[in-house]
């Protein structure tokens, strides 16, 4: 076996002049100080944290831990203090979304130098997988100078290799065309895109594709496991991150592990809690420094990425270091019990062998109530969904044992989310910190005597799916907690339907004469102690997305509505004071005069649904509304509520209306 093409152009790059490990680690000690003296010079971030550094200080690389780590969130505070060159000499400017409370984002800057670095990483590291006889199609953003696809197509054209840049998956079914219409022979993507595009084609990866590099999240063994296995294909991977130039390391023919970027960047392993240096073997956070970035060089940076160096050395004979395939990263696992985690790699190896399946999401919520969305036919999801839970249930056991006390639930998800660009990860959703800083309750007025319906609406299905059913289940997926339910005309008949969906039930006896603000008034009585958020929505408008309703939790506002298209919808999120202002209210106008006279600016969310707007007052609106749900992604599953107990405390009502608290069966 051939090694790695990228060791010849590493020693070539470093001018060690042949491949000796001591060699390549004196020059890149020798580039690290000239980095540190670059940075000092020209970095306002490094000017400062690096001024009592002397180069000469650093005199082997075990020295470099004398400088101090740059984390993300100094990116996101100033990423101008990081800029090395003048704005002019900036060629590109990355902005990354981040998860975090100050809603910043970071920036990250390329030069031309910067970006040509990157081409050259491309052309020796894809000579692992292509040559001229191939046919590539990048399934990765393109469209722009300077982005990962076009990037990656121009190194594939300097070695004589067509390539077509897709952009990610829109169209599973476009793209199958695509792929056969172009006779491609190896894709590079996403690997959530390519497992759902190789499980809705598989024929296109049986008779077409032969190789495949997976880039930009964590790749699943299960995935390559089945590619390789049931596929044939030969699958390589990547990794890298933006603030590293995109590329780090890839995979050899010998399929191992990563050989790294190493004339270009140093990688360190470290422990996450301390940042001590772990040897090889251990796993720990990646660390990255540049050697030779020109516009944003980058000094220890912690990547937030889970991996170890190999113990031993790659099949294919290089001298180059082997790092194993990155296993997760730190803030894509959620602590179950003292400082035990669960990682999404985890769920992934047992959830994602169930090729029913294109893909899934987790949430976990409070009292660790496990949530997984799983994206399947309705069909698939019926015959494996007692499988699924049962695998996580003996794999949770076995794990954390009896201490963990994970409740399991399990909804369905139709359609995938649009994929928008290559940076969106999959993460383990955690809403227990955001719950415990903030607790979210709902309201849901249903207490209406539906007369221009001449059916009862609450009851009304969807998909197989009654209204307020649809409407809870979607509240808690999202994270509301207690959910309120006020219910007036048939209340006995609505209380029994949701009896098992642990929901306040509460009635407005007065239903017959009042407006929908009193029945509002009553739910959010309830809960005005209980809670610092309140949605409220009628009963009337079912098909918001849990989405739309993690968008209005976003803000910070009094009154937050949301809007698609200029028109605004509901749910409606009110603070406690905005809930004090309308329980005050005594004038007419009903709920929406109340909102504009509680001195409260609106803060308007814009959200691409357009369930937040379809509201059904008659039998015309809710043939409409069928043929909207038709449009629309996200399909609930009443399964786990009739299979698992999950308690909720919830204290007594008081004041109006009589409580039914129920429970899960």
Known sequence: MEATPLENWIIQKSGIGEGSRKLLEEYQLNQIKKTIEYTKSRSRFYGEILRDINPNDISCLNDIRKIPFTFPQDIQKDPFAFSCVPQSKIKRVVTLNTTGTSGKEKRVFFSEEDLAQTVEFFIHGMKSLT????????????????????????????????????GVVIDPEETARDIIDKRISCLVGIPSQIMRLSRQRSDVFESTVKSVLLSTDYVPETLIHELTDKHGC??????????????????????????????????EIVKPETGEPLPDGQWGEVVFTTLNRTAMPLIRYRTGDIAAFSE?????????????????????????????????????????????????????????????????????????????????NKYIDERFGSAANIKITLLRKEEADKVKNSMVKRIINDLRKQEAAMRTGAVIAAAGMSSRMKAFKPMLEIDSQSAVRRIILTLRQAGASPIVLVTGNHAELLEEHVSDLNVVCLRNEEYATTQMLDSAKIGLSYLLDKC?????????????SVDSVKCLLCSKAEISVPVCGGVEGHPLLLSRAAVKKLLAYSGEGGLSLAVERSSFVKHRVEVDDEGVLFDMDTPEDYEKMQMLRKRLSITVSDYSYSRYRIEENTDEPSGSGEAICGTFT
């Open 234 to 267: 030969r699958v390589f991977t990547h990794y890298g991150m933006t603030e590293m130039g995109y590329g780090g390391g890839v995979e050899c023919g010998a399929l191992n592990g990563y050989h790294m970027r190493e004339a270009e960047l140093l990688f």
């Open 312 to 392: 031993e050395p790659c099949p294919c004979g290089t001298f180059l270091k082997t790092m194993k395939r990155v296993s997760g990263r730190l803030n894509n696992r959620v602590e179950i019990c003292g400082n035990e985690f669960l990682y999404q790699s985890e769920l992934d190896e047992i959830i994602l062998p169930f090729r029913e399946l294109r893909d899934y999401k987790a949430y976990l919520t409070k009292n660790n109530c496990l949530t997984l969305e799983l994206e399947a036919d309705e069909s698939a999801f019926e015959r494996i969904k007692d499988r699924v839970s049962a695998g996580i």
């Open 131 to 166: 040559d001229e006889t191939d046919r590539v199609m990048v399934l990765l953003p393109g469209d722009s100078c300077g982005s990962i696809g076009d990037l990656l197509k121009k190194a594939l054209e300097q070695l004589g290799v067509e390539c077509f840049v897709n």
């Open 532 to 544: 610092d958020n309140i949605l409220f929505t009628p009963v009337d408008v079912p098909l918001f």
